[in-house]
């Protein structure tokens, strides 16, 4: 019998090793645990088995030492374990190492025990004819059971307090491992008690470190998993059906009962009541689909996203299904009105600039057949309206614009607000009628039940010719064709015509030809003389002509109002202060004292640093600063007068001569003139008229003349066109002037002998 028990202990220890390699390479965090509790059963039932096999006494106590010494190694790992495996902590660190320090005691004192033998001896019984050595105790060993004993007895309390707090669907986990420690502790006891040969309970501790291993590591609770799914499903906010294999439903969460009208828990009607609320019963009967189904229609519409999986075991075969059904009304309705807020004007519900450009561009590549019109409405002074009755009549009158288009416009026709008091419209053709909307439009009132205001809105139609062009470009052409009567109150309607595209494409060419034309010194400067009160030639305008390679001379009526209108008079007018200092080095060389006036643009304060390049010529070529002279216009000082007076505040410190030109000719020149240094007046030639006794034209004249000459400042007169008009300007204390009666502007060699002739 020995033999057959020390067979079974052997295989147990190589079972044993066997788990404790495989725990190691678990993925589990408690694989350490575990590890350890299998590896410290070891020891026991190896001592065990020396116990069994020995038929002396040296070898038998040796065993018994390894028996103990590997109980106390086991009860250790145990309860490292159990703290693992339950999730807890020691109370406190005290007891921590006042437990694990009763154990090392116990190890201390059987290592003594060769000295005192306090702990045990053993003694001879006859087993199978044979020798067999068992315990007989001594104090020591008392103090050994009663410690292994009461911590086994704080295991099983752990355990069962543990079962206790924990919810039911987590009993089992820890029932299986209490269960264990119960069954290995009693028969260790009744072994202990009954003094039985060979320690048949250590059979119990080689199963109870497998049954660690396997529990631990691998064993699924079943219960607890079925609980769980369980519990999930019925907490789901999805409507769930779960169907067996022949199709048939056996369960169903509350919201899918509630979905469904499942009434008592008849869940084999599931199929025909989900086919009557969404579809027919083929679709429920396929294997596996998804899809989103729509209930009703409009605001009330219901989504819903439905989908069925197939479940199958290890050897691919279907063992049931399940059907979700998820409401998803809330979320696409707040996904429609984010598309709607994203597409849509917030105050007047019309589309958006981009989505109109998105929307036009679309049917137009669709419908290719018609002909269409771009339209771009625009709302005269619109800015006056609201300053006058404020920005809420101004958004009733845009709100009511928005519901005049929908009520005009057909449903063929895309419409939406560009912005401001901005609307556009692509209609076709032949949906457009022009008398009908021009009658609609001469008495467009706007009433806000309190108000009720006259607007006027015009309206620029552009044909569609080019279907490829961006729709940007084509609302540009009709904004064209609208200001075209943007002064007009009784004409609503302007159409984009030849004249206007052959203007955008004269536009166009120039803009690509000028930056040759500049290297190649086609845009020349022409100067028209500056005379005093004498006759005398004292210097010149500078005024920008284009000899053109294949349209010959232009006039700077075709070039300069494109340039000023894209940006590039800046290219214009940096050339032109280049040519201006070249000539001018070279007068002054020759030793010729007159000077050059060069016109300053608005729009250069926006693309460069004015000052710098104007001083920076001068410098480079040499020139007396007051040979350059600036001539700026009221428009320059519209907008940043704070660092547009401190620039010409330096630039008169650098020695410039500063002319207003135009002077008169704007709203608020008077206004400008008592803060904005300059040195010459220009005065502008519409106050010059074809005879010399207007009395209104020479009162104004004497005035402005004087108070130049109040303030300091030389007047020079532009325009001047016949003697009278000189006479009289000379009378009236006048010191300088220019006009077409002394001479039109010329090229620079024909002015050098005009300037000749002149002087002679």
Known sequence: MRYAFAGLYVAMILALLACVVVARRSYKKIKGAVAMQVGMTIPPVIGNLIIVLSTSYLPAKLGCYVYFIGMDAF???LLHFTFQYCVIKWPSQKLHFLVYGVITLDVVQYLLNPIFHHAFDIEAVLVDGENYYRVVPYFGQAYHRA??????????IIFVVKIVKSPKVYTERYSVILITIVITALWQTYYIFSRTPIDR??????????????????????????????NMASDMPDAIFFYDADGRCIWANQPAIDLAGIKDEAFDKTSELLTAKFGTKEDFDKSEWECTQVL????????????????????????????TIRDITKEQRALQQERYNATHDSLTGLFTKEYLYECIRKRLDKDTQKAYLILYIDILNFKLVNDVFGSSFGDVALKQIAGF????????????????DTFGLCIPKNEFNEQELETSLSHFNINDGQIDHNIIIHIGVYEVVDRSMKISIMFDRALMAMRTIQDEYQRHIAFYDDKMRKEVIWAQQISAQLMDAVKNRDVVPYLQPIVDGNGKIVGAEALTRWIHLEEGFLAPGSFIPVFEKNGMITEIDRYMWRCACEIL??????????????????????????????????????VTPSKLRIEITETVMMTDVENRMKMIDELRDAGFIVEMDDFGSGYSSLNLLKDM????????????????DDTKARTILQNIINL????????????VETKPQLEMLSEMGCKLFQGYYFAKPMPLAEFEEFWKSNRA
């Open 75 to 77: 009860i250790m790992a």
């Open 147 to 156: 410690v292994v004993y009461a911590l086994f007895f704080a295991v099983l």
């Open 201 to 230: 309970s250590m059979t119990g501790y080689g199963v109870f470190g497998l049954l660690i291993f396997y529990f631990a590591l691998y064993y699924r609770p079943l219960t607890l998993l079925d609980r769980l799914l369980a």
């Open 296 to 323: 009703g229609s409009g605001s009330a519409a219901e989504y819903y996203y439905q989908s069925k999986r197939t479940v199958r075991d290890e050897k691919g075969l279907v063992t049931g299904s399940f059907i």
């Open 405 to 420: 288009l929908r009520e005009k416009n057909s449903k063929s026709g895309v419409f939406g607000r560009l912005g401001g």
């Open 585 to 622: 080095s070279t007068w002054e060389k020759e030793g010729r004292d007159l000077f050059i006036s060069v016109n300053i643009s608005p729009k250069d304060f926006y693309f460069m640093d004015v000052k710098a390049e104007i001083q920076n010529l001068v410098k480079e070529f040499g």
């Open 677 to 692: 240094p300059v040195d010459v007046l220009k005065i502008d030639m519409k106050f010059l008229t074809k005879t010399a």
């Open 708 to 719: 130049s000459d109040d303030l300091g400042i030389s007047s020079l007169t532009e325009g």
